[in-house]
């Protein structure tokens, strides 16, 4: 029987009974790759077949070391039978470069950027910009996440949703006045693609508010923040940490077009959330708190700034 066909027939008797069982299912896996090398011997694509797939489950059972190992197999079968730069081969780069050690998985990103696939080529790219990102280099993330659009909308056009994927992701790497026609562009696709009232849209509102603050376009600023709020709240729930997040936006852009009572409600809606879903002492928490007594303090309460200024103080001491 094959290995297709063991897998589909023992995961029906595992879910008629319980959960499968990773261990059996990586023996099964390993079985294939055992049995197709057998068959057609190691450079062939069903070798590559078998080997990829054992990989692609380890990755996903958190098993990186042992990815590795099967993927470095798949890409020198690739390399033999359809050549170093082939696009399937470039592929298996790619996700080769998942699982690497940071130190190597770089100049295998870059490798796979290189594909005549334009949607592969895009992936790496975005994988590229992150590695920038981590490191804390916005502008090199933004190089190749501009590089990855570009392959993206080769790809599929310029309306599919990875492209307003990217354009968001890009919006958060670039100054404000550059982000604000890149979520424009986004927030238009959202709308386009997912209908009214999605979270992605509310989350593209948001950033856009913020962006349009930072610009002292305030008065524009509104209807985002505005809705970004409306439809988190009802979408995702209103203690959710987005939600927190919306309001915050929307309080810091009605405090700028001083709408300071909506404002006040509107700082302390987040920090409640923030509360409820991290703790009191939570970094995210303790940055409400800090935005919240810093309004007040301006607005003249300063008591009950003193008050939420201790919290801060306390958590650093300890």
């Known amino acids: 029987m094959s290995i297709t066909k ?144 570009a392959k993206q909308e080769a790809a599929t056009g310029p309306e599919s949703e990875r492209v307003a994927t990217i354009l968001n992701i890009l919006a958060q790497a670039v100054e404000p006045r550059d982000a604000i026609p890149l979520l424009q562009r986004a927030l238009a696709l959202d709308r386009k ?36 709020l409306s439809i988190l709240a009802v979408k995702l729930g209103p203690d959710h940490p987005r939600t927190a997040m919306a309001a915050a936006t929307l309080a810091e852009v009605l405090r700028a077009s001083r709408n300071f009572a909506e404002a006040e409600s509107l700082y302390r809606q987040a920090l409640s959330i923030e509360e409820k879903v991290y703790g009191p002492q939570h970094p995210a928490t303790l940055n409400e708190v800090k935005n919240l007594s810093a309004f007040l303090r301006e607005r003249g309460k300063v008591a009950e700034a003193i008050v939420l200024e201790r919290r801060l103080v306390t958590n650093v001491a300890r």
């Open 6 to 149: 063991i897998l589909a027939c023992w995961c029906v008797t595992a879910l008629a009974y319980a959960q499968p069982d990773p261990a059996m299912l990586r023996g099964l896996y390993e079985q294939h790759l055992a049995e197709q090398q057998q068959a057609h011997g190691e450079f062939d694509p069903h070798t590559a077949d078998a080997a990829r797939d054992l990989a692609l489950f380890l990755r996903n059972h958190g098993d990186s070391q042992g990815a590795y190992t099967a993927l470095v197999r798949t890409v020198v079968i690739d390399e033999k039978l359809f050549g170093a730069d082939a696009a399937r081969t470039l592929a298996d780069v790619a996700d080769l470069a998942s699982v690497a050690p940071p130190a190597g998985a770089g100049k295998l990103f870059e490798r796979a950027a290189k594909s005549s696939d334009a949607a592969a080529a895009s992936r790496a790219f975005v994988a590229l910009g992150e590695m920038r990102a981590s490191q804390g280099d916005r502008e090199g993330a933004a190089r190749y996440w501009r590089q990855a659009l």
């Open 193 to 228: 693609i997912f209908g009214p009232g999605h979270p992605e849209i509310g989350a593209t509102d948001q950033l856009l508010a913020s962006a349009l603050l930072a610009t002292g376009k305030t008065a524009e600023a509104i209807a985002p923040g505005r809705e970004a």
